[in-house]
């Protein structure tokens, strides 16, 4: 694809420099509506279980296209869950839902998707190297979702500045990123809801409840 993949676009990762956060929030929206045909668009679903920023592949206009289905899983339109050996735990550590590895959180399904694109959007607004580097704030270097409840507001302004629009942007995609990534699948939004979120005004969104011990929250990307 000419402009690569979005991990070369990612603040503090990539080689390309930064895009704007309009761009960056399209590449979300883009992503999360490939996804939606992916598990409800098809004859039969699909679930990519590797969703990442290497995955996306942006052309010439910066339209993501996801790539990479060598992890998939195919199943028809009557299953609801996919059977995954634990053996063979398909995904990018960081990205990987909690239930893909330990069956006590819940059955694999098209959630697990919606876990990694919630990390993506995470690593997308720079909200985890923003955490790893505030000596600070008193947040754990693991368990970063805290972090982002206590202070949302703080972590928005230190991001954007005094771009308002900016900052009403990253707000939507952190909030929407809270709702991926809970630990339990059935708490999270399918694909369509995170479309319907995306589209909607950052002040029609809620937080979703917080976890209630840190054995509930997710590990922080390396």
């Known amino acids: 694809m000419p402009n690569g993949s979005l991990e070369r676009y990612i603040p503090g990762h990539g080689e390309e420099g930064t895009l704007s956060w309009e761009k960056l929030f399209d590449i979300a929206v883009g992503t999360a509506r490939g996804l939606e045909y992916l598990h409800r668009g098809c004859n039969a679903h699909i679930v990519h279980f590797d969703i ?3 995955n996306i592949l942006l052309d010439l206009d910066f339209r993501p296209k996801i790539s990479d289905f060598g992890l998939a899983k195919l199943c028809t339109q009557k299953e609801s869950t996919i059977q995954v050996s634990i053996a063979g735990v398909r995904g990018t550590i960081g ?3 909690p239930e893909v590895v330990s069956r006590h959180v819940g059955a694999v399904t098209s959630k697990s998707d919606v876990h ?3 990390m993506m959007i995470f690593v997308m607004v720079g909200a ?3 955490i790893n580097d505030d000596s600070d704030s008193g947040a754990s270097s693991k368990y ?3 972090f982002l409840y206590e202070d ?3 972590f928005c302004a230190t ?3 005094v771009d308002v629009e900016a900052t009403e942007l990253v707000r ?3 909030i929407i990123g809270l709702w991926c990534i809970q630990r339990k699948p059935s708490d999270r939004p399918s694909m369509s809801r995170v479309v319907e979120m995306l589209e909607k005004r950052t002040e029609e969104l809620q937080l979703p409840p917080q976890a209630s011990s840190r054995q509930e929250l997710p590990m922080l990307l390396s």
Do not use: E, N, W
Request: aromatic share 12%; charged share 15%.
């Open 116 to 118: 990694s694109y919630g």
């Open 144 to 146: 970063f979702p805290q």
């Open 172 to 174: 939507k995609m952190v």
């Open 152 to 154: 949302l507001d703080r």
């Open 95 to 97: 990205y990987i839902a």
């Open 159 to 161: 991001t954007c500045g």
């Open 52 to 54: 990442k920023p290497h």
């Open 128 to 130: 985890t190297s923003s």
